[in-house]
């Protein structure tokens, strides 16, 4: 309730105050109060997804190792012109440092460091320290050199002071099958040792094989539940949902129950004539198996959004169209499909998404023919160590995405994903 106290003066409220005032007071007021809602929200999606994002792309530039560790060497080679072996001065603050390393116990991590640009490194440098804490006076050189004999070479030394540098690009070269030559120039990786593209193209022919078959197969399912009466497509969604009541894990495991060459798919197939018991198929631990197990599991991400896209296509226009001479064919394409397009969309951006990040199904029925970038991002992490690698095939698997995700953007729009 509001009244003017004096003619052409300000509104006032009920209490007294400017009618303006209070207003903005009110919607402060629910401003902090949608704030503190959305507040446990952003909080888990902050140290749940963008602090392990932005840890793990800084792991994979940070070369923190020889910075930290081996300063007097840092320091002693930022002059050095890279084209003899260093001086004295370099290789008594080698001495200093390997000592300092071996006291405190985390040479090793320099070693680690090193031996992911040139193998080998990591016996030199730990090797190295327990000698050097016996190396009571110089001249350096001469007794460094009988340390390891790749501190006679000059690559060793242009490994070191790449790496003295607190940020690398290195991990990427590593991650795009490239390296740094003897002469520091980027150059592929032999061919033979080329893995990491292969493995991208092959997680993203993988994941865009199983996305078009679950919209071939998802397609008739969502449309029978969308045309079905209500009492039996509620029966049936009961069965669409079901594998998301089993454990992902209980899924694929089943799955190889069913793939492996005495499995149930294979004594079928022998029992109803269609291979020989001396020739059952190979569904395991090769691609087949991985695309199989895969469409299984993505095959509801897919059939929800058509499913829901379809139920709200009124059933009067395909009528209209049959009423104004069109074929049941004709009608369905020209007339149904382009409605459920949405629908098409947003189960294959969520399909071909989810696919190209999956790591338990390929690690289990994958084999090496069937194996997906995740389990590489995965064995650096737990076996090999190196997250430095680790951090750098994820951000380029992310950036993947985006660059997917903008270019759907662009060529369907976001606006027109309907998920229901």
């Known amino acids: ?19 303006k005032a209070s207003l903005n007071k009110a919607m402060r007021k629910n401003r902090i109060r949608a704030l503190l809602l959305v507040t446990p929200l952003f909080l888990f999606i902050l140290f749940s997804f963008l602090i392990p994002i932005f840890d793990m792309t800084f792991r994979s530039v940070d070369n923190w190792q020889l910075v930290e560790l081996m300063p007097k060497t840092t320091a002693a080679l930022a002059d050095w012109d890279g084209k003899a072996i260093p001086e004295e001065p370099v290789f008594a603050a080698l001495v200093e440092d390997l000592k300092n390393g071996a006291k405190s116990r985390e040479i090793g991590k320099v070693g680690t460091r090193l031996n992911y640009e040139k193998s080998g490194m990591r016996s030199m440098i730990t090797g190295s320290a327990r000698k050097a804490v016996k190396v009571k006076e110089g001249p350096y050189k001469p007794q460094v050199l009988k340390f390891h004999r790749y501190w006679d070479d000059l690559e060793t030394w242009t490994v070191i002071k790449r790496n003295t540098a607190p940020y690398t690009i290195g991990y990427y070269l590593n991650a ?28 993203f022919a993988i994941s865009l094989g199983i996305t078009i078959i ?10 029978l539940l969308a045309t079905l009466p209500i009492r039996y497509s509620n029966l049936l ?42 020739n059952r198929l190979q569904l395991m631990h090769n691609l087949a198996g991985t695309v199989i197990a895969m469409t299984h599991i993505l095959l509801p991400f897919m059939v929800l959004p058509l499913y829901s896209v379809m139920k709200t296509i009124p059933p009067s226009y395909m009528r209209a169209a049959l009423s104004m001479g069109a074929n049941p064919l004709v009608a369905f394409v020209r007339v149904y499909m382009p409605q459920t397009l949405s629908g098409i969309g947003a189960g294959s951006i969520l399909v071909f998404i989810l696919s190209i990040g999956y790591y338990i199904t390929p690690a289990l029925v994958g084999g090496t023919s069937g194996t997906l970038i995740s389990n590489q991002i995965a064995y650096h992490m737990q076996s090999s160590l190196n997250w430095g690698l680790a951090g750098a095939l994820g951000a380029l698997l992310l950036a993947s995405v985006l660059v997917l995700y903008m270019l759907y953007n662009k060529l369907v729009g976001i606006d027109n994903m309907r998920l229901g």
Do not use: H
Request: proline residues 5%; contains cysteine.
């Open 214 to 223: 679950c919209v071939i197969l998802a397609y008739p399912i969502s449309y």
């Open 176 to 203: 795009v099958d490239m390296k740094y030559d003897k002469q520091g120039d980027i150059v592929m990786q032999p061919e033979n040792q080329q893995i990491y593209g292969k493995l991208f193209l092959r997680t």
């Open 237 to 278: 969604m009961i069965f669409v949902l079901l594998p998301f009541w089993t454990s992902l894990l209980v899924r694929t495991t089943a799955w190889i129950a069913m793939l492996q060459s005495q499995g149930v798919l294979n004594d079928l197939f022998v029992f109803f004539g269609l291979v020989d018991d001396a």
């Open 1 to 19: 309730m509001a009244e003017d106290t004096v003619q052409g003066g300000p509104v006032l409220a009920a209490d007294g105050t400017p009618l």
